[in-house]
């Protein structure tokens, strides 16, 4: 089992910065890989950024690439999302997930564990 808890969201202007936070217990956090996925209203659940276990490789949504950098710390347990030059269209509730298995990272349907999501708006 994998806990999966995020923080870091709120109210950000147009072309601000935020930082997403997420922790995790349970399994062995260097044992497995982990997204960031947002869900807009309305929308399906879709792939924003993805690392590897031990953190050496990354792989971005094309909505994002250039702005967005996930990132993580085995040691603390911990991946981060930092989003920059935000727009509205990032307004969503984000997820850190567990992909236990390392597969697909673009699919929703390859993660394992949630986090029970955290909002942020991008105001014009």
């Known amino acids: 089992q994998v806990q999966l808890v995020e923080s870091g969201g709120g109210l950000v202007q147009a072309g601000g910065s935020l930082r997403l936070s997420c922790a995790a217990s349970g399994r062995t956090f260097s044992s497995y890989a982990m997204g960031w996925l947002l869900q807009a209203p309305g929308k399906e659940r879709e792939f924003v950024a993805g690392i590897i276990k031990g953190g050496g490789s990354t792989v971005y949504a094309d909505s994002v690439k250039g702005r967005f950098t996930i990132s993580r710390d085995n040691a603390k347990n911990m991946v981060y999302l930092q989003m920059n030059t935000l727009t509205p269209e990032d307004t969503a509730v984000y997820y850190c997930?567990?992909?236990?298995?390392?597969?697909?990272?673009?699919?929703?349907?390859?993660?394992?564990?949630w986090g029970q999501g955290t909002q942020f708006t991008v105001s014009s």
């Open positions: 997930a567990a992909n236990m298995y390392s597969r697909n990272y673009y699919s929703s349907a390859s993660y394992d564990y």
